[in-house]
């Protein structure tokens, strides 16, 4: 695909996943074709788009059960979590409203009590996005802090029927960030070993070459790197790339 195309791709993608998140974490395969139809994709690139979307524990026309992407310790830290809110008061629909209405209004006792209401809805989001590289606790952790701040601006909103879509918002957005954020860590930290391994590949053929440890300068001479790239890959190693004779100025 052209670069425009393949742009156009990842935004319809990032609408699709978005959609199902929405959905609680399901959507139907019409919805996908829909969505990809002015592409002209083939039917492997549709299947490719199906497989991605069940790898982010998205279930394809029948929903899936969030519980089974958890590892032991988050099932573990999940119950307890919940048993934790477990003392938390019921409300009507009635009291919720009239809460909701007096948190907009910027009544502080109704906000926090408008969090104890909107608590157990974290986990139940956050398991939406197990498995996708954040554990679940800082995922819970991220959605509580969304959800402190959503309910200072509730009067953003023109009715209290908003608020649930308004606050689920705020805590898929905390928790999609995250992930993005350490999928960029990830990424970061791949190319440092990327560049580490590098130096260190190279540094071992010209050693093995002169049956002794390179210098710094022997290195940039062999490979034409610059001096600082050298050292800064001996830097990220912790000075363990033990092929190279280096000492620190």
């Known amino acids: 695909m052209e670069n425009n195309k393949e742009k156009e791709f990842a935004q319809i993608l990032e609408k699709v996943t978005r959609l199902a998140r929405e959905q609680k974490n399901v959507i139907s395969e019409q919805q996908v074709k829909d969505a990809f139809a002015q592409l002209q994709l083939s039917d492997a690139q549709f299947d490719q788009i ?7 524990n998205v279930g394809i026309d029948e929903p899936v059960d969030p519980d089974e992407y958890l590892t032991r310790e988050e099932t573990d ?15 009507s629909a009635a009291e ?12 502080k006792s109704a906000q926090n009590r408008l969090i104890e209401i909107y608590l157990p809805m974290v986990p139940d989001i956050a398991k939406m996005y197990a498995e996708q590289g954040v554990f ?22 023109e009715a209290p029927s908003e608020a649930d879509a308004f606050l689920s918002k705020m805590m898929m957005d905390a928790m999609e960030e995250a992930i993005a954020q350490n999928l960029d860590e990830d ?3 791949q190319k440092v070993v990327k560049k580490v391994q590098e130096v260190a590949d190279r540094a071992g053929e010209l050693a093995e070459e002169l049956r002794r440890k390179v210098t710094v300068e022997e290195l940039m001479e062999e490979t034409g790197w610059k001096k600082e790239k050298i050292l800064e890959a001996i830097k990220l190693s912790g000075n363990a790339i033990e092929d190279i004779d280096y000492k620190e100025e």
């Open 96 to 107: 919720k409203e009239g809460i909701t209405i007096s948190a907009m209004a910027g009544d």
């Open 136 to 157: 679940l606790e800082d995922l819970i952790g991220d959605g509580n802090e969304a959800l402190t701040r959503g309910v200072k601006i509730l009067n953003a909103m």
């Open 187 to 189: 990424a970061r930290g």
């Open 77 to 91: 830290y999940l119950q307890e979590y919940l048993e934790s809110l477990a003392e938390l008061p019921e409300v």
């Open 50 to 56: 199906l497989d991605y979307l069940k790898k982010h």
